[in-house]
């Protein structure tokens, strides 16, 4: 009962973070990105140095964090951007700076007069990374030669690595992809965060919508399109077979009960089931789902889990070496991926899903989509995302032959990033070119 009344209670503000909510943090402006579970105990490693992540606990989204040397070791402490900063001053600097280039600067490794043991003996007498990079600047010989521009990437580039700094953001559909994108983009089926927003688009995903979704993309389809709706409607995540695929990437998201119970899973063999033994086979599922649930909470409760990325294999990493704190085993929430009740069988059998989003790359699209159209209502909008243009072509073909949907297109999304600085502004260096594609249309009544 008490435990009960622990989740149902807590109203947070969605501003500030909590004891066992997920963060996105990014560590020295993007150089690394971690997702990371908010506990007393947890820690993350930043170079060669373990912070605890408990300052961050209860501060505003968005807060940036530097790593300091204390009596105790490193620790996170937050810095306040100043308010006093002159940009008149900075563009009369400019100015004045014009006239000066780095064609006279040598790059022989003498320029710096601090040595490493100097550097050692001011961490040793408690001196912050602030004063390391201050003192740094103070001994080149080349610092005052140089260009405003370029003495303000020496800055950063000591700066990143004497007193690097951690920005805690909030993990949303445009952040989550952006930082899987960048940093593993196999793992959601290399699906670019404007695609993603026009698969949402086109399927027309609204208020009070019931979505059937073939999410492969690790379950970042299916947040999405959660946290479009909601509190309302439902995200039905159907396979193919009777194992689900998974979606790991819906805990990130930081859901609520009410969300969650909004995410459900069905296969497609339980939508051409006759009602009892639809019945039967979902209290089957429900008892496995329960057994699963009841492993994982038991494994949430006992061990920290830090989300980093692997190159290797593309799944995510665990990181297990140190235990939550009592206080945070309150911190559980609802898992998300439940069997459909019967009364949401009942209801879609009868009126059909108000739209369909399938982003699978691995299957078949016309397979998929021969299969899953019979389930969506009349005039129901669908959006269909895959790497590659010919499985959408061929698709697109058949359906225009079976006269099964109208309004088809292949789009293409097509994003350039640009850098706008003061005399630099250019499109960025590197950016993805090539986004994927998108088959859209409207379900047509074949009678």
């Known amino acids: 009962m008490s435990q009960n009344n622990l989740q149902s209670f807590p109203v947070r503000n969605p501003r500030l973070t909590w004891e066992g909510c997920s963060v996105l943090l990014d560590i020295n402006d993007g150089d690394r990105v971690v997702f990371a ?30 790593v300091d040397n204390g009596k105790e070791g490193p620790y996170l402490s937050r810095v306040i951007p100043s308010a ?5 001053e900075k563009e009369t600097i400019e100015m004045k700076d014009e006239l000066r280039d780095n064609r006279a600067i040598v790059d022989n490794n003498k320029a710096q007069n601090l040595t490493g043991e100097d550097i050692d003996a001011m961490r040793r ?13 103070a001994n080149s010989a080349t610092f005052g030669k ?10 950063l580039k000591k700066q990143k690595k004497y007193a690097p700094r951690v920005l805690v953001r909030r993990p949303f559909t445009g952040s989550i992809c952006e930082a ?4 593993n983009p196999a793992r959601i089926g290399f699906l670019r965060v404007d695609t993603l927003s026009l698969l949402l688009s086109m399927a027309n995903v609204t208020f009070n919508s019931d979505v059937l979704v073939v999410d492969m993309a690790g379950g970042l389809l299916t947040g999405a399109v959660a946290e479009r709706l909601g509190d309302t409607g439902y995200v039905c ?8 695929y998974p979606m790991d990437i819906v805990r990130i ?17 339980d939508f051409s089931l006759p009602q009892n033994e639809t019945s039967e086979r979902s209290d089957q599922d429900e008892n496995m789902c329960n057994m699963d649930i009841q492993s994982h909470e038991q494994v949430s409760s006992s061990v920290i889990m830090e989300v980093s990325f692997s190159s290797e294999n593309g799944v995510p990493d665990v990181n297990s070496e140190a235990t939550l704190s009592p206080v945070s085993k309150v911190c559980k929430s609802r898992i998300a991926g439940e069997k459909a009740s019967q009364e949401a069988f009942k209801l879609w059998k009868e009126n059909g899903f108000s739209s369909l989003i399938i982003a699978a790359p691995e299957l078949d699209a016309w397979s998929l989509v021969k299969d899953l159209l019979p389930l969506l209502s009349y005039s129901a909008p669908f959006a269909i995302y895959h790497q590659y243009l010919q499985p959408l072509a061929t698709c697109m ?29 250019h499109p960025c260096m590197q950016m993805s070119g090539f986004g994927g594609y998108i088959l859209s249309g409207t379900r047509l009544c074949s009678s």
């Open 37 to 66: 579970r908010l506990t007393a105990g947890s820690t993350l490693k930043i170079g060669n140095k373990n912070c605890s992540l408990k300052p961050l606990i209860g501060c505003p989204f968005g807060c940036l964090f530097q």
């Open 84 to 88: 006093g900063d002159d940009l008149q």
């Open 125 to 137: 007498q408690g001196a912050t990374g602030d004063e390391i990079v201050e003192a740094l600047i």
């Open 146 to 155: 140089k260009t405003s521009f370029s003495q303000e990437k020496y800055r």
């Open 180 to 183: 899987y994108f960048k940093k």
């Open 237 to 244: 995540n159907t396979c193919l077979g009777d194992s689900p």
């Open 253 to 269: 998201f930081n859901f609520s009960n009410q969300i969650c119970k909004r995410i459900v899973r069905a296969s497609l063999t």
């Open 397 to 425: 073909h058949n359906l225009q032959l079976g006269k099964m949907a109208i309004g088809l297109q292949i789009s293409e999304p097509w994003l350039r990033e640009y850098q706008v600085l003061p005399s630099r502004t």
